[in-house]
């Protein structure tokens, strides 16, 4: 059977029925009635899962959903924000909206992630797609404090380069669920799987207010996003390859060019701990003045190469 608009909506109603000390009013008018704390500035952020560039068909739609807000909640934790609340607008395509279990599976997985980090759906707009592929686009709120919020321009010269966890982990993943999508049928968001289950930095990013002249998520790879921060800064850096942390079974090239590990990459004058919540923190390189921007790798210098995601472009792997 089909879904209707309206049943959908008050499927999704029904399991967002939680208003805050931050939401007056979610789901029901026409608009959300939000009312932040005195002292704090809002971060606002918007993302897009697109079937077919974001998600697939070899995507358990659970994953996909959990997946369609960590991403949200990852550019919040690298403002350093606390997440309060999220919108979906949801364009289901007619395979989407005739089958329920993969609409239902896809809510599941947005609220399993919503649940883990106390955020609440707020909001959104639903709609059948004009074409074949399923749309969802995540909004999230959240608050730091005014003034604070962590920004990609502020690293200066001679702060230290840092990484949170692993990387290379999401192309890994990714590579093996395309090949062998049955192996990952059963898999559960445990923190062992960065493609399919991302943790966003939540609470180290809290920590890094404290901590970081710049920070930003590391979503289109190490080496395009460094040369984001870099650009935005106005310095160039020096990357050590050779310490850059990979995780379990992916390559450097993964790492530097993969993208999806929603990391976050921060720089620091400050004594920074080995481990911030139980989450590795690695120093990988040194921010320097000019533009350049290089590779270190086995004794041997070369500039770095922007190899990460690039939408719009045919150059994506
Ligand atoms: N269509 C758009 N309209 C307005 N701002 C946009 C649009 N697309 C991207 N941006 C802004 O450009 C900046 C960089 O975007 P993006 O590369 O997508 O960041 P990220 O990789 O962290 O998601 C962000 O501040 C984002 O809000
Ligand atoms: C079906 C499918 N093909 C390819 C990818 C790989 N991929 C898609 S987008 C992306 C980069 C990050 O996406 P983007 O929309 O730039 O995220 P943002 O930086 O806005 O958080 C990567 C590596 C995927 N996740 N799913
Ligand atoms: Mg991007």
Redesign the pocket.
Known sequence: MPYGELELIREIRRKSLRNSEFIRFGIGDDAAVLRPRKGEDLVV???FSLEDVHFADFHPPFAAGYRCLARGLS?VA?MGGRPLAAFLSLALSPRWAQDRTKTREFLRGLHAVADQFGVVLAGGDTAGAPGKHTVADIIVVGAVPRGKALLRSGARPGDAIYVTGRLGGAAAEFEALRTDPKAFRKVKPDGMHPHLFPQPRIAVGHRLLKLASSC??V??GLST?LL?LCEASGVGASLHADVIPLAPHSTLDQALNGGEDYELLFTSRRSVPRRINGIEITKIGIVTEGKNVSLLQKGRERRLRRGGWQHLTQENR
């Open positions: 952020t918007t993302d550019d690298a930003m998520d979503s289109d996003d984001h």
